[in-house]
């Protein structure tokens, strides 16, 4: 007479860390709501002249403002992109779609920098989509597309204003 036991594996919780698209957007999204907040472009002062004017555009508070954008778009993609890793990969591709299309949305208020953040969730998602699946579904595709777009006009509109 055998006796079976079974063991099951431990239950896996998404676990809701920021992936690294998630975080390289976080920085893009940084690096352009400082420049779009504190530095004078060319395109915006005199011709040929960069200037940084940190007090003039709101210091401090400012400062503190876009930075909490951010660090709340980060969190809230990285919740968001955490449950979605948890579906099936087909699920997975239409939500890094979703992520990307309102990232491209959030252009309108693009200094938050929310754009580039939930852009690299979409980013994130789509590539995980890719891995699972050994090849590129359609909206994950459309979901890379988007992201980079995104990401290409929230860096114009920094750097242009």
């Keep these: 007479m055998t006796t079976t036991s079974r063991t099951s594996a431990p239950a896996t919780r998404p676990t809701r860390a920021p992936d690294a698209p998630t975080l390289a957007g976080a920085g893009i999204a940084l690096a352009c709501t400082l420049v779009g907040q504190y530095v004078a472009t060319p395109w915006e002062s005199d011709p040929g002249e960069w200037g940084v004017d940190f007090d003039g555009n709101g210091g401090w508070a400012a400062l503190g403002l876009l930075v909490a954008f951010i660090a709340v778009g980060v969190v809230v993609?990285?919740?968001?992109?955490?449950?979605?890793?948890?579906?099936?990969?087909?699920?997975?591709?239409?939500?890094?779609?979703?992520?990307?299309?309102?990232?491209?949305?959030t252009i309108l208020v693009f200094w938050t920098g929310l754009p580039a953040v939930l852009a690299g969730g979409a980013t994130g998602l789509a590539l995980d989509a890719r891995r699972r699946l050994g090849r590129v579904p359609a909206p994950a595709a459309a979901a890379l597309v988007v992201a980079v777009l995104t990401v290409a006009a929230a860096v114009w509109l920094a750097l242009a204003g």
């Excluded at 990969?89 to 239409?94: F, L, S, V």
């Design 77 to 105: 993609v990285g919740f968001v992109a955490a449950h979605a890793r948890a579906a099936a990969p087909g699920c997975t591709a239409a939500r890094a779609l979703v992520l990307a299309v309102l990232g491209a949305v």
